[in-house]
Structure formats: structure tokens, C-alpha cells
Nanobody, 128 residues
Framework: QVQLVESGGGLVQAGGSLRLSCAAS???????????MGWYRQAPGNQRELVGM???????NYADSAKGRCTMSRDNAKNTVYLQMNSQKPEDTAVYYC???????????????????WGRGTQVTVSS
């Protein structure tokens, strides 16, 4: 019942920048907290790989390919995570997915927690 929706993908020239967003929501009740949110990517013929993760306290962890070029941030009040990608390379071309772990949601009378929620992805294409 937790839905993640990514946005911000598109076509960018090499060296350019993109900012991806991922908003979490639930069909009923509210989201109270999300332990960690992450960005992954999958290029054609490749396995899905981690780009970076950010905890509720905003501690971050990046894959080596993202260090120095990507910055993650989150707005806990909006249940939204962002991925700022700079100095884009053609090899960054992939579908980018958002993931949420340990999402506490529901109402005061019915509290739920779930994990490993994924969005449907947003395409990022970097042209040379």
C-alpha cells in the first residue's frame, strides 16, 4: 500500500545535470517515518545497482560511481528523497529506481510497517 513515484528523468547531454525526485505515499492513513530511502539504477543487460542511500537522520552512503557527482537529500515532512546528479556521463544512462525501507504508516489506531518498497523507475539518458 506504500507507493513510490519517481520523477525528473529525461535526456541530458554529457556533462549536464539532472535532479530526480521520489515521493512516497499511502492509500490510507499517513506515513509517519521512513527509515532509509535509496536510489538504484539498471542499465540494459545489467543488474540493478545501488547509487546511494540516505537514512532518516540524513546520513548518506554512495556507490563509488556516484561519489563526487551525486548528492542525495530528503524532506521527511514530504516523504520525498532527491538525487542531484552532476557531470553526467553516457554510462549513467539507465532506469533509476527509488526504494524505501521500513516505512511506518497507517493511523494511530492501526500502525503498519513494511519494507522493500520500489518505484516504477524513471529513465535517464545521457547523450555523448
Amino acid at each position: 500500500q506504500v507507493q513510490l513515484v519517481e520523477s525528473g528523468g529525461g535526456l541530458v547531454q554529457a556533462g549536464g545535470s539532472l535532479r530526480l525526485s521520489c515521493a512516497a505515499s499511502v492509500a490510507s492513513g499517513s506515513i509517519f517515518s521512513i527509515n532509509a530511502m535509496g536510489w538504484y539504477r539498471q542499465a540494459p543487460g545489467n543488474q540493478r545497482e545501488l547509487v546511494g542511500m540516505i537514512t532518516s537522520s540524513r546520513a548518506t552512503n554512495y556507490a563509488d560511481s556516484a561519489k563526487g557527482r551525486c548528492t542525495m537529500s530528503r524532506d521527511n515532512a514530504k516523504n520525498t528523497v532527491y538525487l542531484q546528479m552532476n557531470s553526467q556521463k553516457p554510462e549513467d544512462t539507465a532506469v533509476y529506481y527509488c526504494k524505501a525501507d521500513r516505512v511506518w504508516n497507517g493511523s494511530s489506531s492501526r500502525l503498519r510497517v513494511g519494507t522493500d518498497y520500489w518505484g516504477r523507475g524513471t529513465q535517464v539518458t545521457v547523450s555523448s
